[in-house]
């Protein structure tokens, strides 16, 4: 099956603008490391705030690359394996939403008008131009999402008796977790925040706003991540050269993934005021629950690699790991997945560690914690979408990648960077560095009364990696403009579509074939788990906020 | 089991060991948080939010530290306890969200506005103990640091 001819300019364009604003996302990920070591000791850097470079960084990076990038893969995954059955003119409306709503976010973030970083915390104040923007950025995606319904609906009428393509499934639970976690994001910044930053309303109740945001936050990261997943399942293995192990685990991961993603949230908030511990412990219950998804895909990915490893001719215990495809420059996109995974189970070990209750006391809010979701976002997620968007680019334009060699350096240098800047900032925030502060202003000048010479180093270390980082993105921004200014063929182009793989156990289990009971299962469990404790909040009445700005202690005049 | 009808063996076994793996570690956690007592934050309802930070005597050795974080420092920015004390922290906001960690105790909050946060933590080292906010909380919060000192 091929891609819809009609939807290939869509999809260019909703993988490289998005990339265009990473490079900025990038670099000042580069800059953050510098202040953050104590090189760079001021507020700016070439005229950026500190916060105003890590509120782009964090909206860039982690909500409007995603997004983009979550729905051209969608378009690509379910054009390619449901019968070219997207509805071009919503995907378009999507694509026009989210890029009016980008630039409408980002013109008052480059104005310092929005240094609210990106989770945008009540009290603080961003220009009403933010709100809209992220707004129009999630409503374009959810437009996105319905271009596909139709067509579904369709092909499964049309085939009752096959299953789902799974690289629709895990595209389809992606967007089921978006849809879902999406609406108290929606409530919070509709009804609350949007009204009150253009002065209509007094106050906002700042625990009520921060609990609907990590209700949204979590399932935030599964949105991040099950795009990646999907690659997983359904590219990897052929990659690899063998079979996907396990089809049903597939579904059953994408699918329990619809139901555990959100139930979860208040794991962000173990440290919080005014919310019972009881609803913490239950949270903290349930997002332990998620160890079964992640054993059951690193028990499959294990098996599939090892089933293509042994076709290539593996043996031994181990030793079939050095038949895989590691620098194969026909298969550059190997290492992109492969080094996620990798990378992955770090971030997966050291989430548990945040999700462990009372143990999140020692991590909580210290430079820890940006260690640990680099491991995820910037580890599995952003190698995906770096390998993924270069092979869909080059395909739908017809041109091959003219850099191989340089391909394959991308994800490995890569992953050194991540190792070396999570490795500086565990150490330093097990010894209690914070996160989201410009250290080289206060605790990294040696010249201030609050110097921690006991974080130096690690810092030092933690800036090496993000520089190797923000190098790996250059040598990819070569790769890219290189190969697309090569020739194009017009028979790659036609012929193009992401790799498939069989299944290797390809049982039809009638659990994991229709979504609706898992929405089910997961809208109750969403009530069950966030029902009590926003009632609590809600009749606790507490009094509200008035706005504030980053830059004076004085809330603002009305 | 209709529905799970198919389902290789293998795929039966790794889903339980994925169970066992979870339960064991929430074991370690309820034996962590209800057997050596080591908690979370819960709703505070004996101290209503207060507007000025103290540090208030309640027995021989036993403090209770009512600290306002504002941008960008605390009040009180000092508070000096002698050795093996049980200081209380009563801790809210007076603005917008900051933190509230001191350096090497389990003390690791959250302060907001109009609700009060509260841990507890028992100093047997004497010396200095930094206090730093961990939230963003403006231009300022690079800076806002308070201390803890442990007398002899």
């Given amino acids: 099956m091929r891609i819809q001819k009609e939807l290939r300019a869509v999809v260019l364009t909703e993988i490289l603008f998005p990339l265009v604003l990473m490079s900025f996302g990038v670099f000042h990920g580069v ?285 031994g215990l181990f030793a079939w790991w050095g038949k895989l495809p590691h620098f194969d420059e026909e298969r550059w996109l190997f290492p992109y997945l492969f080094m996620g995974l990798v990378i992955f189970i770090f971030g997966g070990l050291t989430g548990l560690i945040n999700a462990s209750y009372s143990m999140n006391a020692v991590v909580h809010n210290t430079a820890w914690l940006p260690a640990h979701f680099h491991l995820t976002v910037a580890g599995p997620v952003f190698l995906g979408i770096l390998g993924a968007s270069l092979l869909i680019v080059l395909g739908l334009l017809g041109k091959k990648c003219a850099a191989p060699k340089a391909a394959l350096a991308v994800p490995y240098l890569w992953t050194l960077g991540v190792f070396t800047f999570s490795s500086g900032l565990f150490y330093s925030g097990l010894h209690g560095a914070p996160r989201r502060t410009n250290l080289g202003l206060s605790y990294l000048d040696p010249a201030s009364p609050l110097y921690r010479p006991d974080w130096l180093t690690a810092e030092r270390v933690g800036a090496v990696g993000g520089c190797i980082m923000g190098l790996a993105v250059v040598v990819y921004f070569y790769v890219l403009i290189r190969s697309l200014m090569g020739p194009s063929d017009p028979r790659l182009q036609d012929s193009f579509a992401l790799p498939e793989s069989e299944a290797y156990h390809d049982e039809d289990v009638p659990a994991v074939r229709n979504f609706l009971p898992w929405v089910v299962a997961g809208v109750l469990a969403v009530v069950i788990a966030y029902g009590p404790p926003i009632v609590q909040v809600v009749k606790a009445g507490y009094e509200g906020s008035p706005a504030f700005t980053p830059d004076s202690p004085a809330a603002i005049e009305r | 089991m209709a529905l799970l009808r198919g389902v290789p063996n293998i795929e039966k076994k790794v889903f339980l060991a994925a169970l066992l793996f979870a339960g064991a570690q929430l074991a370690l956690i309820g034996y962590a948080a209800w057997k050596l007592g080591v908690s979370v934050p819960t709703c505070v309802t004996n101290v209503k939010p207060f507007a000025s930070g103290a540090l208030i005597t309640v027995g021989p050795g036993r403090y209770e530290a009512h600290v306002v974080a504002k941008m960008w420092q605390f009040e009180p920015d000092t508070i000096t306890v002698p050795k093996g004390s049980i200081v209380d922290f009563y801790v809210t906001s007076a603005d917008v969200a900051h933190g509230f960690y001191i350096d090497r105790t389990n003390v690791n909050l959250m302060a907001l506005p109009f609700v009060v946060n509260y841990a507890q933590a028992r100093f047997t080292e004497p010396g200095k103990y930094p206090v730093l906010c961990h939230e963003y909380c403006g231009v300022g919060h690079n800076g806002m640091a308070a201390t803890v000192e442990v007398t002899p």
Avoid at chain 1, 69 to 80: R, T, Y
Avoid at chain 1, 94 to 101: E, F, K, N, R, S
Avoid at chain 1, 251 to 258: A, D, E, L
């Fill in chain 1, 31 to 315: 800059v953050q490391v510098l202040h953050r070591c104590g090189l760079i000791r001021d507020d700016d850097f070439m005229g950026i705030g500190y916060f105003q470079g890590l509120t782009a960084h964090g909206v860039i990076n982690a909500i409007v690359l995603t997004t983009f990038f979550a729905v051209a893969f969608g378009n690509v995954v379910v054009s390619q394996t449901l019968d070219q059955n997207v509805s071009v003119g919503a995907a378009w409306a999507a694509l026009i939403l989210m890029t009016v709503g980008t630039l409408t976010a980002a013109l008052p973030i480059f104005l310092g008008r929005a240094s609210v970083l990106y989770t945008f915390y009540p009290p603080f104040r961003a220009h009403p131009a933010f709100y809209v923007g992220v707004v129009l950025v999630v409503v374009g995606s959810w437009v996105g999402f319905w271009a596909w319904i139709p067509g579904y609906l369709r092909w499964r009428k049309a085939h009752p008796e096959r299953k789902t393509p799974l690289a629709a499934v895990g595209m389809f639970s992606t967007f089921i977790v978006w849809q879902l976690c999406t609406l108290p994001a929606a409530y919070e910044i509709l009804v609350q925040l949007l009204p009150w930053s253009l002065g209509w309303t007094p106050g906002v109740n700042v625990v009520l706003a921060r609990m609907l945001f990590w209700f949204f936050g979590h399932p935030l990261v599964y949105f991040w991540l099950l795009p990646t997943y999907t690659m997983y399942y359904t590219i990897l293995p052929k990659l690899a050269g063998g079979k996907l192990y396990s089809d049903f685990y597939g579904r059953f991961v994408f699918m329990i993934f619809i139901v555990l993603s959100s139930p979860i949230g208040l794991h962000h908030q173990f440290m919080e005021p005014a919310i019972s511990s009881s609803y913490k412990a239950l949270h903290a219950v349930l997002t332990l629950l998620i160890a079964v998804p992640s054993l059951a895909t690193a028990f499959t990915l294990a098996a599939s690699l090892e089933h293509g490893a042994r076709r290539n001719g593996g043996r």
